[in-house]
Structure formats: C-alpha cells, structure tokens
C-alpha cells in the first residue's frame, strides 16, 4: 500500500512536469508567432514604404501621361502603358499636324528615380558635349518633340534629372516642345534644341529659354552667353531689348539703302541721257554755241560730283552693313513674337 501511494506519487509529479513542460512551450511558441507575425508585418511595411518611394502610384503616372500638342490634348490611361514595364518608362501621345502623316505619334519616355538635380556649370558642360541640334528638323516624323525627347533621354543616361516640356501658345494653334532641367542653384534651366526656320533655311543653334505664362517665348543661344549669367527673366529680357534696338537700326538702316538705291537710279538715267546727248552732238558734228558748251561742262561736273558722292555713300553704308551683321551675329536669333499660355513639366517628379 506504501509503494502503490509511492507509486501514484511518482505519476502524478510526472504529469505535472510534463504538463508544465507542455504549457511553456505552448507559451513560448505564441510569443515566437505573435513576434515572427509582428517582425514579418513590419518588414513588409517598410518595403511596401521604400517600394512607394521610389515607384509612382498608378494615379502619379496618369498624371505624367497628358500631354499638350499641337492641337489638343491627348491622355493615355494607365491601361494603355502598363506593357511597358513600368516605372522605368511612360509613353505620350501627339496628334500629327500634316494629314498625310499618321494621326497620332507615340514617344516612349525613360523614368529614373535616381536622376539628380546638377549644377548650372556641369549642365552647361552636358550641353556643350550634345550635338543633337545638328539633326535635321522634318514636320511630324523629327519636329520639337523629337529634339526634346533626345535631349531628355540623354540626360537621364547620365542620371541627371530632366523634363520633357510641352509649350502652349496664346493665339497660336501650334505648341512647341523643350527639355527642362533641374539644377541647385539657378532653378529650373529650359533648353531648346529644335532648328528656328529662317530665310535661308533652318538655324541649329542651342539655346536656354526663359518659360513664365503670359510673357513672350525668350530665347538666348548658348554660345553668347557671358559670365556671370543667371537664369532670370531679367538677363532673357535685356538680351532681346539689345535685339529689338538692333531691329529698330536695321529697319533704319533698310530706309537708307532704299533711299540711296532712288538715288542712285535717278543718277543713272541722267548720266545715260547725258552721255546720249553728247554721242548725239559728236557723231553729227553738230555745232554748239559756247553757252550750250559751258552747259554741258556744268553738267558734266555736276554728274560727276553726284557719282563722287554717290559713291561715298556706298562704302559708309558698307561699313554699316558690316557693323550690323556683327550686332547680329552677337545678339543671335530674333525674338519671339509669341505669348506663353501655358507649359507643363513631364514627369511630374
């Protein structure tokens, strides 16, 4: 009976210990999920954050998908560019402005998250290394668009953060499309690459422009730039107050050639009638009083002052004519007599 009581002594401990055992790694194990359950939604949080940091949402890349043309405006849903693997590229639509080519053109766009604002100095060092102003400017098929795209995606190559820059015009049917730049200490720097037409043909010469709404398109080439040059309306505007006062000589300038070119018309028919006269007199060996001589020599030296004279008007207005295309030369392009209605900045970082 002592040995049974012993013996169901001895159980029961067991059972306790075993229990005990049982209910601590019960306890412990919950601990362990509950902390692996907690640590795992954690982690996940802070991924799904670092992932929304650096890719846009679906609603941020309907926003980088409108783009301004010629025309309208055209806007692609997020379900039309999801092919296009997505967020390292965006696509953008233009209606053509020829009918013969097709209605709409699709400009594929890189998106780099890693792109960086850069100094004015190494964006003007970028720029000097690019020679895509060279190419050749085809409505529809290589126009403004193309010009900035180019640029764009060279400048996300070298991860500098760039803008594609749709332009809309007061009074003016068609846009214009430039490549913006972001830099850290003069702002925001448009560039324009696209050939300006000109009498002669097409101008490829690349240029900082100067974008606010409701002020006139302001461009200065890059290659007259001068020290010390910030980006403000200000410098854009006394550059081309300098090209309109140049304008203004050169329309007086113009007013003096065509008043010379009378000038010297009406002279030219008084020498012939003058010379005609005289051969006349000669060949018929027609006698003349001494008046009509004395006539004719004073007409003789008076034509030939008007030609002496004539003449060094000639040469003056050929050395004004040399100034004034070395003004040109330096002052560039003509200003723009359009107004900025609106711009917009793609992608919308």
Same mark, same amino acid.
């Given at each position: 009976?002592?040995?049974?009581?012993?013996?169901?002594?001895?159980?029961?401990?067991?059972?306790? *210990?075993?229990?005990?055992? $049982?209910?601590?790694?019960?306890?412990?194990?919950?601990?362990?999920?509950?902390?692996?359950?907690?640590?795992?939604?954690?982690?996940?949080?802070?991924?799904?954050?670092?992932?929304?940091?650096?890719? +846009?949402?679906?609603?941020?890349?309907?926003? %980088?998908?409108?783009?301004?043309?010629? =025309?309208?405006?055209?806007?692609?849903?997020?379900?039309?560019?999801?092919? %296009?693997?997505?967020?390292?590229?965006?696509?953008?639509?233009?209606?053509?402005?020829?009918? !013969?080519? +097709? +209605?709409?053109?699709? $400009?594929?766009?890189?998106?780099?998250?890693?792109?960086?604002?850069?100094?004015?100095?190494?964006?003007?060092?970028?720029?000097?290394?690019?020679?895509?102003?060279?190419?050749?400017? &085809?409505? !529809?098929?290589?126009?403004?668009?193309?010009?900035?795209?180019? $640029?764009?995606?060279?400048?996300?190559?070298?991860?500098?953060?760039?803008?594609? *820059?749709? &332009?809309?015009?007061? @009074?003016?049917?068609?846009?214009?499309?430039?490549?913006?730049?972001?830099?850290? @200490?003069?702002?925001?720097?448009?560039?324009?690459?696209?050939?300006?037409?000109?009498?002669?043909?097409?101008?490829?010469?690349?240029?900082?422009?100067?974008?606010?709404?409701?002020?006139?398109?302001? !461009?200065? +080439?890059?290659?007259?730039?001068?020290?010390?040059?910030?980006?403000?309306?200000?410098?854009? @505007?006394?550059?081309?107050?300098?090209?309109?006062? %140049?304008?203004?000589?050169? @329309?007086?300038?113009?007013?003096?050639?065509?008043?010379?070119?009378?000038?010297?018309?009406? =002279?030219?028919?008084?020498?012939? #009638?003058?010379?005609?006269?005289?051969?006349?007199?000669?060949?018929? #060996?027609?006698?003349?009083?001494?008046?009509?001589?004395?006539?004719? /020599?004073?007409?003789?030296?008076?034509?030939?002052?008007?030609?002496? /004279?004539?003449?060094?008007?000639? /040469?003056? $207005?050929?050395?004004?004519?040399?100034?004034?295309?070395?003004?040109?030369?330096?002052?560039?392009?003509?200003?723009?007599?359009?107004?900025?209605?609106?711009?917009?900045?793609?992608?919308?970082?």
């Amino acid at each position: 009976m002592g040995r049974e009581s012993k013996s169901t002594n001895n159980s029961l401990t067991l059972w306790i *210990v075993l229990g005990l055992g $049982l209910w601590v790694a019960h306890t412990t194990y919950k601990k362990h999920q509950k902390k692996s359950y907690s640590q795992n939604r954690q982690e996940q949080q802070t991924a799904s954050l670092q992932k929304s940091k650096q890719e +846009p949402s679906t609603s941020d890349l309907q926003k %980088l998908l409108t783009a301004s043309n010629g =025309h309208s405006v055209v806007s692609n849903s997020f379900d039309q560019i999801k092919n %296009l693997n997505l967020p390292t590229h965006f696509q953008m639509s233009f209606r053509s402005v020829q009918p !013969d080519s +097709p +209605p709409t053109q699709k $400009l594929k766009f890189s998106y780099n998250p890693k792109a960086k604002a850069i100094s004015f100095k190494r964006l003007m060092f970028f720029l000097s290394q690019r020679n895509g102003h060279e190419r050749a400017y &085809i409505l !529809d098929r290589h126009d403004c668009k193309h010009f900035a795209h180019d $640029l764009y995606e060279e400048a996300l190559k070298e991860d500098i953060k760039a803008y594609f *820059v749709t &332009i809309e015009y007061k @009074d003016y049917p068609v846009g214009h499309a430039v490549t913006g730049f972001a830099t850290t @200490d003069q702002g925001i720097v448009y560039v324009d690459f696209t050939p300006t037409a000109t009498s002669d043909g097409f101008e490829r010469t690349k240029r900082l422009i100067w974008l606010e709404k409701n002020r006139h398109y302001l !461009d200065i +080439p890059i290659k007259q730039m001068w020290m010390g040059f910030e980006n403000n309306f200000s410098n854009f @505007d006394d550059y081309h107050q300098k090209h309109r006062e %140049l304008a203004s000589d050169a @329309d007086e300038f113009n007013n003096r050639v065509e008043h010379f070119q009378k000038l010297a018309s009406a =002279h030219r028919i008084e020498l012939n #009638q003058f010379n005609q006269r005289v051969s006349y007199l000669n060949k018929n #060996q027609v006698k003349v009083s001494q008046e009509e001589v004395e006539q004719i /020599e004073s007409e003789k030296l008076r034509l030939n002052r008007q030609a002496a /004279e004539l003449n060094q008007a000639s /040469e003056e $207005l050929k050395e004004e004519q040399e100034d004034l295309n070395d003004d040109q030369e330096h002052i560039g392009l003509p200003t723009s007599k359009r107004v900025v209605k609106n711009f917009q900045l793609f992608p919308n970082y």
